[in-house]
């Protein structure tokens, strides 16, 4: 692997975004120029587009372990392959009015969910506890005839804490309920193999497994009860109307074959990676902590949560260095509060506007980590000199207590 | 990525007088670790002449709240305090060369501690003007509450009334949504509907029938007419410009840059309007800047 430390820097937040593969763009730059035919047409231009399509499904059925091609539906990324399978189960089975859901959900889904509940539905929000897992006998007791649809994260973005929808989906399925997973974490990073499960459906985006932006996926399970979103032409069986991205579709099948190579990279060298970055940062700056489930978390995310500073002043420092880090503080996104998951969580106000997430992907190297190891602990120093609830060497005694402002 | 200006970056990364103050007699504290912003001003003040001798801060925040800290010690610095009050968040956001609109809260805060500090050495108690609602115009940086109370207080129905009252919503239209929900809630409680299509009511009374001069001379006595509640808190208006019905006036002293600006406006459109008996709206003279280049 060359690292992606080149002109450009280090880039540690692969669970934004992903480079894309160079050999998934040599894969589909001929569809931008001689293979420019539309795959609904019936003559040879649009034939060889259509094959490609084709193979492009098998790849990513292959990927997800589907029993079918047929089940794969492309779709333009990942919010609108959660937004079509929430929504379908709505509209096919009127009668059921529920949805459970998690609140550390990406938006994608949480805000989706917060405007069905304007429009009268009812949403479960199963709660998480501080390693970001859910209580599964909580769930068991929502599970009844009114829920429409279950729709669970399998790995959370943020903390990169795994929920066990494979147990949660066979549940849902004894309750006759359909089961949905926001997978967008997950696929590339852990061995799926959907046919030997109990999910129904399955959101994945292309551009977090170095395939490009804008190209999504809905896995549905043959069978399922379906109502389509665009409607219009036939394409995608009449299940996604609009002509096929076919160049991104190309190039998906080319980052899900990859995909599938690099499966045992992920987990044992992309871990290692991650597991050096944590202990060495752990071990040189104190104050700080790892968030998320240590046994069942995702093998290329690291978040760690710096007490008494603010994340994104953390990412500016980092990024001055050549470090791209993402942070789950307020700041960057344009509210004023913490993240809905550190806070979820319960990380402590001291903590979670210092959390910074370091996400890793199979191009990163061992010689990046250690540059990073060794540019985080200056950065926070340099910040807590900063801080007014820090002082020398550590917090100020009692921090609540000794910034308390008249009005507050 | 934030859109950063240089001095934004460079304060940001090379602090000016970033610690404590040895000796202060002067210490603001603003914000707190929960709501992700806090600021600690420390001042030395000379006794006999009031005079801001040194300045120190301690901020735990983004990067144009630090920055904003320190840009503001660097203004104050050499300045009486009398003269360092009439500092608004403005010229904070302008010494750096703009903040960009949903950080502007962070130059509130350091013009906050600066009011808590001059408070703190003259022993008088500081008590801020926050609302507790959600932020639901990050352009304008107004919030649930200050939306509720003028939608209740005038009776309004539209997402425009309320743009032209609070200035919510006037930007980028993010927070239309969040608006007409406000509208909903609060039409609902008088049993009545929120209606999207419905068009934003005009005053209902004769026009004016003044002329120009006239009208020009009327706006002017209105103002004055108000001018004595701005000035009671260290502030005042002033007529820049009138284009039929955009009136625009400039905001100084304490009421430049006051997070209540969009309020103070919304009151003295309402009272113009009563005493014009006309439907006007009154703008603020950046506004006119802006349009003003809009057109070129």
């Known amino acids: 692997m060359s690292g992606t430390d080149t002109a450009e820097g280090i880039y540690l937040d692969n669970n934004a975004t992903t480079m894309v593969a160079p050999e998934v763009v040599e894969e589909m730059l001929p569809y931008f120029t001689e293979q420019f035919g539309n795959p609904s047409s019936l003559h040879q231009f649009g034939d060889k587009v259509g094959r490609a399509l084709k193979k492009a499904r098998k790849q990513v059925q292959t990927l997800l372990g589907a029993e079918y091609d047929s089940e794969i539906i492309f779709t333009s990324c990942g919010t609108e392959s959660d937004s079509t399978a929430i929504l379908s189960a709505l509209k096919a089975q ?9 609140v550390v959900e990406h938006p994608a889904v949480l805000t989706l969910c917060e405007h069905l509940e304007k429009e009268g539905y009812k949403v479960h929000y199963l709660k998480v506890d501080s390693k970001g897992r859910l209580d599964i006998q909580e769930y068991y ?31 849902a399925r004894q309750a006759g309920v359909l089961f949905h997973t926001d997978a967008v974490q997950a696929v590339g990073k852990l061995p799926i193999n959907l046919k030997d499960t109990c999910i129904d459906m399955l959101s994945l985006s292309g551009h977090k497994l170095h395939a490009p932006k804008g190209i999504g996926v809905l896995y549905l399970r043959r069978g399922v009860r379906f109502r389509p979103l665009l409607r219009g032409g036939h394409q995608e069986r009449g299940r996604r109307a609009g002509t096929e991205n076919a160049a991104s579709i190309v190039a998906l099948g080319k980052a899900c074959e990859m995909a599938m190579e690099a499966m045992e990279y992920e987990k044992s060298s992309v871990k290692a990676m991650r597991d050096r970055l944590e202990q060495g940062i752990l071990e040189k700056v104190n104050h700080c902590f790892v968030t998320g489930d240590p046994n069942n978390r995702l093998p ?14 953390i990412l500016l420092l980092l990024n001055k260095m050549g470090i791209a880090a993402s942070s789950g503080s307020a700041c960057t996104s344009g509210s004023l509060e913490p993240s809905h998951v550190m806070r979820a969580m319960d990380i402590p106000f001291t903590a979670a506007h210092g959390s910074v997430r370091l996400s890793l992907s199979r191009y990163n190297t061992m010689e990046e980590i250690e540059r990073v190891i060794d540019a985080m602990p200056p950065i926070v120093a340099q910040l807590r000199q900063l801080s007014p609830y820090w002082s020398g060497d550590g917090p100020v005694e009692e921090p609540e207590k000794a910034f308390a402002p008249s009005y507050a | 990525m934030w859109d950063y200006s240089e001095k934004v970056q460079e304060h940001f990364f090379s602090p ?21 912003d806090a600021l600690r001003l420390t001042l030395k003040v000379d006794p006999d002449s009031e005079v801001i001798l040194d300045a120190g801060f301690q901020t735990f925040g983004c990067g144009s709240a630090i920055a904003s800290s320190s840009a503001l010690t ?12 009439g500092v608004s968040n403005q010229d904070i956001a302008d010494y750096l060369d703009g903040l ?4 502007m809260h962070c130059s509130v805060m350091g ?14 108690e500081w008590k801020d003007d926050h609302e507790e609602g959600a932020l639901i115009c990050k352009c304008f940086a107004i919030d649930e509450v200050m939306i509720e109370e003028t939608v209740r207080a005038n009776g309004l129905r539209t997402v425009e009334e309320v743009t032209n009252y609070t200035k919510a919503g006037g930007g980028c239209s993010a927070c239309h949504e969040g608006i007409e929900e406000i509208l909903t809630r609060i039409l609902a409680e008088k049993g009545e509907t929120f209606d999207p299509n419905a068009v934003a009511g005009e005053i209902k009374k004769p026009k004016s029938g003044l002329t120009n001069l006239q009208r020009m001379k009327r706006i002017e006595e209105l103002l004055d007419e108000i001018r004595p509640n701005l000035q009671r808190d260290h502030g005042d208006v002033e007529l820049v410009e009138v284009d039929g019905r955009y009136i625009y006036v400039k905001m100084i002293g304490a009421c430049a840059g006051c997070q209540m600006a969009a309020t103070t406006l919304g009151g003295i459109q309402q009272h113009l309007a009563e005493g014009l008996g006309e439907f006007i709206q009154v703008l603020p003279a950046e506004e006119l800047a802006r349009r003003a280049a809009m057109e070129a």
Do not use: H
């Not at chain 1, 829920?147 to 929920?163: C, D, K, P, Q, R």
């Not at chain 1, 290329?300 to 002043?313: D, K, L, Q, S, V």
């Not at chain 2, 960009?100 to 950080?103: F, L, T």
């Open chain 2, 111 to 124: 013009r906050e501690a600066l009011q808590a500090a001059v408070a703190n050495y003259r022993g008088e």
């Open chain 2, 16 to 36: 000016r007088n970033a610690g404590a103050v040895d000796d202060a007699n002067a210490i603001g504290d603003v914000g707190s670790l929960s709501c992700g």
């Open chain 1, 141 to 171: 007791k929502l599970l009844s005839d009114n829920v429409a649809i279950v729709s669970v994260m399998w790995a959370n973005n943020e903390s990169g804490t795994l929920f066990p929808v494979e147990e949660m989906a066979e549940l």
């Open chain 2, 74 to 85: 660097e203004i104050i610095k050499g300045m009486k305090i009398d003269d360092a009050l």
């Open chain 2, 100 to 103: 960009p609109p949903e950080k």
């Open chain 1, 94 to 102: 009127p009668d059921r009015k529920e949805i459970i859901t998690t």
């Open chain 1, 300 to 313: 290329n995310t690291c978040n760690i949560a710096f007490e008494y500073i603010e994340g994104e002043a």
